[in-house]
Nanobody, 125 residues
Framework: QVQLVESGGDSVQAGGSLRLACVVS????????MGWFRQAPGKEREGVAALFTGSRSTYYSDSVKGRFTISQDNAKKTLYLQMNSLKPEDTAMYYC??????????????????WGQGTQVTVSS
C-alpha cells in the first residue's frame, strides 16, 4: 500500500507563492506517474499537474500553466508543486496522487490509485 503525505498548504494573498510537498512511501525509477489535484467546495476534483517519474515528462492544466511547476526529488521520495502568482480561484484542497501504470489522461483523477489526505491552500484577494 503506497502512502502519500502532503504538506505546505497555507493562507496567502493573491500574487503570492507556496510550495507543496508530497512524501511517498514507495518510489520507483520506472515510469510511474504522480500528480497534483485540487478540489474546491462544491466542485469536482480537477487535475493540476502530473509528472512521469522515469521520463520526467510533465503535464499542466491550462489554468495553471506558466504559474505552477511540478518536480520530484528521488532521494527524498518527494513530489513538489511550486505555485507562483497565486489567484483567489486557486483556493482549494490540494491532493497528490500516485499510480504505477496510468490508464487515460495524466490529469484525470480516475486514473490514479493512491491518494494523500490533502493540504488546504487559501488565496485571498
Amino acid at each position: 500500500q503506497v502512502q502519500l503525505v502532503e504538506s505546505g498548504g497555507d493562507s496567502v494573498q493573491a500574487g503570492g507563492s507556496l510550495r507543496l510537498a508530497c512524501v511517498v512511501s514507495e518510489y520507483t525509477y520506472s515510469n510511474n506517474i504522480m500528480g497534483w489535484f485540487r478540489q474546491a467546495p462544491g466542485k469536482e476534483r480537477e487535475g493540476v499537474a502530473a509528472l512521469f517519474t522515469g521520463s520526467r515528462s510533465t503535464y499542466y492544466s491550462d489554468s495553471v500553466k506558466g504559474r505552477f511547476t511540478i518536480s520530484q526529488d528521488n532521494a527524498k521520495k518527494t513530489l513538489y508543486l511550486q505555485m507562483n502568482s497565486l489567484k483567489p480561484e486557486d483556493t482549494a484542497m490540494y491532493y497528490c496522487a500516485f499510480t504505477y501504470q496510468l490508464v487515460g489522461s495524466p490529469l484525470s483523477p480516475s486514473g490514479y490509485k493512491f491518494w494523500g489526505q490533502g493540504t488546504q491552500v487559501t488565496v485571498s484577494s
